[in-house]
């Protein structure tokens, strides 16, 4: 009787650590610091601007706690990407997002998310990012560091996310 009960104490063990783990650590991760004076405020001279909206381009996020994750969207946005030649480091982005087009896989999230508790809305209907610097990953490839200056709910900080980033003719 006690193989059993210790076999059923490993297994509810094992259960329990796996539905405990954290479903976003294998995520890329998004490092923040204090709002950076943006080296690169102007279009660089000579750079052709390329149009980012919902049409060609998607804003996502992952969201997780201890139990799950939750997937979600901003449906209205849009920016520019200053592209200098062929050079992504060259190269400058904004973007404005209307925080109140949130979407999530719950609709009672996305609800929450609009209130003072999170986005507040109301108040602030816009989040704004411009880079400030774009460097290649140290694994090289199309992996780039995107760092740059994230306005969100009235606070400026400096943000930096690992991005893949692939340039053609009027394409990025």
């Not at 390329?50 to 992952?62: C, D, T, W, Y």
């Amino acid at each position: 009787m006690s193989r059993y009960l210790i076999l059923f104490t490993v297994i509810l063990l094992t259960v329990l650590s796996y539905g405990c783990a954290n479903p976003a650590a294998n995520k890329p991760k998004a490092s923040v610091a204090n709002a950076a004076p943006e080296t690169n405020p102007a279009k660089p001279a000579g750079a052709e601007t390329l149009a980012i909206s919902p049409e060609n381009s998607k804003v996502e996020f992952v969201a997780a706690k201890v139990t799950r994750s939750h997937n979600g969207s901003f449906k209205q946005f849009n920016g520019t990407i200053d592209l200098l030649g062929n050079s992504a480091e060259q190269s400058r982005v904004t973007i404005e997002i209307e925080t109140g087009s949130v979407v999530t896989d719950e609709d009672q999230l996305t609800g929450h998310l609009k209130t003072p508790d999170f986005f507040d809305v109301a108040k602030y209907p816009k989040a704004t990012f411009v880079s400030t610097k774009i460097e290649p990953s140290a694994t090289g490839g199309p992996g780039y560091t995107v760092i740059g200056n994230f306005d969100l709910h009235g606070v400026k900080k400096s943000i930096s996310f690992p991005a893949t980033i692939q340039i053609a003719p009027g394409n990025v």
